[in-house]
């Protein structure tokens, strides 16, 4: 059964589940500690993880993507990119029936990769203590695929911040690209692609380059991202296929 975000939303209101709570145990903890503590037991959504058997709230960053866009289906072959803790990567195998768990729908598949170990998860190949952006880790990709083309690509992958935000937006703009690349020598025709950024400059640049590859590109704040994150998607949908998107490059340039 998919998960939707928004029935669970008028679940927890009528449960009553969503009222606040207090932090305790704070003694000799940092500043920091204090106000991630705090912010964590007043987020419904890390609630809604924990009653779901989600491993991290972020699965609803995905949840009200694919609900909204419709990018992940059964049947699918889809890469996770940036996947621990692994609640992208449920959240993929729930919808692709990549555990084989939805009777009568075809069976999708899942790999995962991050730098990060992680634990499995059922229904999917995962790959952790690995860079996706070496080309050993996406050889490894490769050979896993064994030439099975992806229908979708996720990244969720974001760089270790350095507190300089020039920096940090340039690495993170960094891993996209390396991402896209990948999808676009790995992906079927009519693919999809979601990849997190930080809003910053380059953004419109990214969202200029998916376009000559992708029929359509939009820019995606859900509304699980914490308001104060400065974190933004970007959702390429229906990937031309290197040749369709060279020759309308051509043109357009001619």
Known sequence: MSISTKSFMRYFNTQNVLAKQIPRNLK?????SQEWLTRQLADPYVEKAKMMNLRCRSAFKLIEIDDRFKILKPGDTVLDCGAAPGSWTQVAVNRTNANGTKE?????????IDLLHFHAVP???TFGGMDFTTTSAQQRLREALAGRQVN???SDMAPNATGVRMLDQENIMSLCYSVLRFALAMSAVNANLVVKLWANGDVAKLE????????YVKRVKPESSRSDSA???LVARQYKGLEIASETSTKENS
């Open 208 to 215: 200029k380059d998916l376009a000559r590859f992708y029929e």
């Open 28 to 32: 000799g903890k940092s500043k920091s």
């Open 152 to 154: 979708c690509v996720l």
């Open 123 to 125: 229904g999917a190949t």
């Open 104 to 112: 009568g729908n075809k069976r999708g598949a899942v790999f995962s």
């Open 231 to 233: 974190e933004i998607f």
